[in-house]
């Protein structure tokens, strides 16, 4: 084989070989990449909870990502599934034992003790948003990286509190067009659930119960046995129906806040159900208990082909959680509703996402000399307050008339060549096509106009 042939070959198989070793990233499993047209789903939940926060007189805050580990070991609790099973937790760099958070509450309250919150005139009510990690199966609606809005209200024991952020979440469904049904229960406080419990473990040590429970409660019978309430596999759910209910065991305090709680969403209007075996996956909940759920199907298959109503949402109080953590004994009330359980709900309804047309201005060129003066002018509006949108890169007028459509631009200015020797502009209105040569220098006092004009007609 002549030599330039044969280092040719060599080249090309070191070529091959430098391909075949280049490796294609790709996502970890139970993560999920949001892209442009989800943002949109994205964008009209997170105004909802904003403009409800508002209304409501919630402030934002945000929390850290890492937390120490001990925070959610005391706080969410050691036997909780989110602690033993799901929370990413490991030894950083300098030792410490930290953990992405699991749930957002424990680092609110964290925030709350940590920053003196207790000293301003109560009740703190907090709106949160931001990403949970948490490594289970992943599902619908339900990645190892997902994103929780929270309510959070710190310093208030009366019930109007609890009836009050069931509300919100009812509201945030409802007026996303997604009907929702709110499940509810009490679970009392530390004292008189000792007596409930004692019952509960009575029952479950009745012949043949306790053989045959999942091997997950069975450790639960010995650590925290009110959480056998809250298993979702199917012979565990088949023993639970005839278990003694928490809602007979009630002491008069706990039996009255939740009779108040029910005469208010009674008053309200919304559609709720008592629930026997809610309980709630956490350690710090007392008294009052609740999720959210869609109003109108019959939930998901497992894999026994069992349907199971999805979670929306939840919450309910923690009136211990601040002690627990070191702050001063504080009532606090809360819950929390995934975005993406809402975006596939709103997906499934096939609801329409709205499309208004905006106040942009979008500005259009032909040619480069028409570019070079539409990009200063672009720049002059942007910093007047103008909403100014463009398509420089674009040469075709007309593929640039499709972005200003594809965007609900109001009006466009367009500058061509004969508009540049001439000193004129075209505006253009982009929901009638029509359009008129305007004096260039006039550009600003034309579009004030037409802006005023449409605002009078939409008010």
Known sequence: MPKIVKEKNEKANKDSGRQ?????????????????????????????????????????????????????ERSTGMDTDVV??????????????????PEATPGIARAYIEHGLFNQPQPIKTFWCGPLFRHEKPQSGRTRQHTQINYDVFGEAGPVTDAQLILIAYN???????????????????????????????????RGKRSRLCND???????????LLDCKEKDCMEIREDAPQIV?????????????????????????????????GLDYYNRTVFEVVSADDEGEKDEDGQRRQI???????????????GGRTTPA???????????????????PLKEERKNYIFLAQLGEQSRLKIFALFEEMRRAGYRV??????????????????????YSLILGQKELLDGTIIIRDMESGTQEVIDYKKIYAEVNKRLDLDKQVNN
């Open 20 to 72: 075949r070793r280049v490796e294609r990233f790709s996502r970890l499993r139970g993560m999920k990449d949001i892209l442009f047209d989800e943002y949109r789903y994205w964008d009209l939940l997170l105004k909802k909870a904003a403009d409800l926060a508002e209304v409501y007189d919630f402030r934002r805050i945000d929390t850290p990502v890492l937390e120490r580990l001990d925070l959610y």
């Open 84 to 101: 033993s099973k799901e929370m990413y937790s490991f030894i950083d760099k300098s030792e410490e034992k930290v953990a992405l958070r």
């Open 172 to 206: 945030f469904f409802n007026e996303l067009q997604v009907g929702v049904q709110v499940q509810i229960n009490s679970i009392g406080c530390p004292e008189c659930r000792k007596e409930y419990i004692a019952k509960l473990i009575e029952y479950y040590k009745e």
């Open 217 to 227: 409660c069975k450790k639960r019978f010995v650590k925290n046995p009110l959480r």
């Open 248 to 280: 007979d065991f009630l002491c008069d305090g706990c039996r009255e806040h939740f009779i108040k709680v029910l005469e208010y969403l009674d008053e309200l209007g919304i559609s709720y159900n008592l629930n026997p075996f809610l309980v709630r």
């Open 311 to 325: 979670s929306l949402g939840g919450g309910g109080r923690y009136d211990n959680l601040i002690e627990t953590l």
């Open 333 to 351: 009330c809360g819950f929390g509703l995934g975005i993406e359980r809402a975006i596939i709900k709103i997906k499934e309804k096939n609801i």
């Open 389 to 410: 949108k463009q398509a420089f890169t674009k040469d075709s007028l007309k593929a640039q008339l499709e972005s200003a459509d594809r965007i609900g631009a109001k």
